[in-house]
């Protein structure tokens, strides 16, 4: 990754804009809704919105170590600004390294068109359910199994139904338990990630270890959870762990 997606909470922090007309416009609006102080060039920041690529204006804000995004101008930019899906609690943010503000957008509003409206309720009702939740899967390992399950394409609380929020007490009455600790073999197509079946990629997502060929490439492994442990071996392993655990083979 050329840079890491980060949320920042800026309520009522410092946050430097400068320039005018619709691009500082925008960029103020923003800032508004995220309940951002806004504040001219010389004030005291740790980032700063240069709307206008002033260049002048980018360096004498770097020279102080304030992170800038200077708009239109990614060469210059520390940070960029993505697209946003806004299901509060719930944000989805949709960046290209500033190389197309167009395709962000055409990816938000695709991707928009697929999320409910509702999708913030669920993030809220699992939140009050915590102590329920862990109450019911007092193991951590059988909690986040039992939450996948809940969570997956048909399931209770299926985030793409638009009624899941509603479906939480429901799914801690009805839902059995967790999926017992399994070891899944997978033969690769090919080390290209685009040729990734369905089912590997699901399974890919929600693995808690990975053993895997050393000739598995890392643009494959980099489709895991990013704290999926990654384990090099030669065979899949006799005792694999609690979890689902995957087996990665390159085709021979």
Known sequence: MQSLPVFLVLK???????GKGEA????????ERAGAHIVGEDADAGIAIVADGDEATV??????????????RPELC???????IDREPVLI????????????????QRIEALLPQRLG????????????????WPDASARRRAIDAGLSAGGLIDPLREDAADAVPRWLAEQGEAEPSRLVALRLLSGDPDELTLRAARLLGEADRIYHESRVPPAI???????????????????PGEGLSLWLEMPR
């Open 12 to 18: 009522g922090r410092a946050v430097i804009l400068t």
């Open 24 to 31: 500082a416009d925008a960029k103020r609006r923003l800032l």
């Open 59 to 72: 360096a004498r804000l770097k020279a102080r170590g304030v992170l800038v995004n200077a708009t239109d």
């Open 78 to 84: 520390d940070f960029t600004l993505p697209a946003i």
């Open 93 to 108: 943010a949709i960046g290209t390294g500033g190389a197309s503000a167009g395709l962000a957008k055409a990816l938000r």
């Open 121 to 136: 309720a669920l993030a809220a009702a699992l939140y009050d359910a915590r102590a329920a939740i862990r109450a019911r």
């Open 221 to 239: 492994l980099d489709r895991a959870r990013a704290d999926a442990v990654r384990i090099p071996a030669d065979a899949p392993p006799e005792a």
